[in-house]
């Protein structure tokens, strides 16, 4: 796991190697099933079963898979919006799950989020300027007049017009009100943010100018984004490197160039053959996969894909071994036991 330490590199305009800003390891969320009159424990649901990753500043990080995978958990264990079973995470140093009371808020100013639903994120009772001056007033950053000043200038910098701070958010669109949660997120001066799907409920017309306006916003910032999606369309556009979850697992990992031109694991290569290419005269072979993901409840003995996998190369290890995360090309981790290691570079980005 250590060449995931070292492997990365800021890479988005260095391609310095420096330590990342968020390194996650391990990381574990089971949620406890429950039955009977005594509501005992008779299971557990292995939503994210030991993800590793590193995130740099200034870098986006694309958490990619079908729905169900655990990509909005990780996110969410990661900023301890739910607490994680087991495992490190690690922000600029910190050991972020050590952190309890006024310490932890304090971390949270730096990490923050932006949720899918920009309709059920918001609160309807409270105005535009409200929300946003929330973080404001908790951190202690603004108050008063320059609170007022403040959100002001972050609904202009998210393409929206000030007065805008005195509504409520049922008189927006929902690329409106995603942008005043862009805007809300960004309040408190945060050098990372997870993206939950940020445009997934959006039309695509809109969803452009949302993807365009978290890269300007990147820029000028010099913000770090754990990107979770499931339209690799857009991650195509917004990733410096791209994560696939399956079944709670981190499966391959590599920088995007090399996830979308030469995808090694089986389940990769399936999740880019259902793109739809904007040419109705180009072909493309779909790679369908057999049955339905297993349940996290009871996932399957060695590699979680095993069930599922078309390669011809699959065998009775891939039963019994579960695949670690091996690096079998230059910064391309993948957990594929009939993966070959390929040439390696020690100079290779």
């Known amino acids: 796991m250590s060449a995931i330490i070292t492997g990365a590199t800021t890479g988005v305009t260095t391609g310095v190697t420096t330590a990342p800003l968020l390194a996650v390891r391990a990381l574990t969320k089971h949620f406890a099933m429950r039955s009977g009159f005594l509501q005992r424990v008779t299971g557990a649901v292995k939503a994210v079963d030991g993800v ?27 900023l301890r919006l739910v607490e994680p079973t087991s495992g490190t995470v690690t922000f600029d140093g910190i050991d972020v ?29 409270m105005t535009v300027g409200a929300a946003i001056r929330e973080g404001l007033i908790v951190h202690g950053l603004a108050e008063g007049s320059a609170a007022d000043r403040r959100v002001a200038t972050l609904l202009d910098e998210v393409g929206l017009r000030a007065e805008y701070a005195s509504r409520y958010p049922h008189e927006f669109s929902g690329g409106q009100r995603q942008r005043i949660g862009i805007a809300r997120a960004l309040a408190v001066e945060p050098s990372f943010i997870v ?7 959006l039309d695509v017309s809109v969803q452009a100018q949302v993807v365009n306006l978290l890269r300007d916003l990147q820029r000028e910032r010099g913000l770090a984004y754990l990107f979770i999606a499931h ?88 039963t019994r071994l579960v695949p670690p995360l091996e690096e079998k090309a230059p910064g391309h981790f993948v957990a594929c036991l009939k993966q070959p290691i390929l040439h390696l570079s020690s100079n290779a980005s």
Do not use: W
Request: with cysteine; glycine share 8%.
């Open 97 to 125: 799950l050590g952190l309890q009371g006024e310490a932890l808020r304090h971390m949270r100013q730096r990490m923050q989020i932006i949720f899918q639903d920009p309709y059920g994120s918001l609160n309807p009772r």
């Open 195 to 201: 993206c939950d799907e940020p445009v997934s409920a």
């Open 231 to 318: 339209d690799l369309a857009v991650v195509a556009h917004m990733a410096d490197r791209v994560a696939v979850m399956y079944l709670g697992k981190i499966v391959e990992l590599a920088p995007r160039r090399a996830i979308f031109r030469t995808p090694l694991m089986p389940y990769t290569q399936a999740l880019l053959s259902a793109v739809p290419v904007p040419d109705p005269t180009a072909k493309r072979q779909r790679i369908l996969l057999a049955g339905d993901p297993p349940s996290p409840a009871n996932p399957p003995q060695g590699c979680v894909f095993h069930p599922r996998c078309p390669s011809p190369l699959k065998d009775a290890d891939c």
């Open 52 to 78: 590793s990753f590193d995130v740099h500043a200034g870098e986006t990080l694309a958490l990619v898979g079908e729905s169900g995978c655990g990509k909005t958990t990780t996110g969410r264990a990661i």
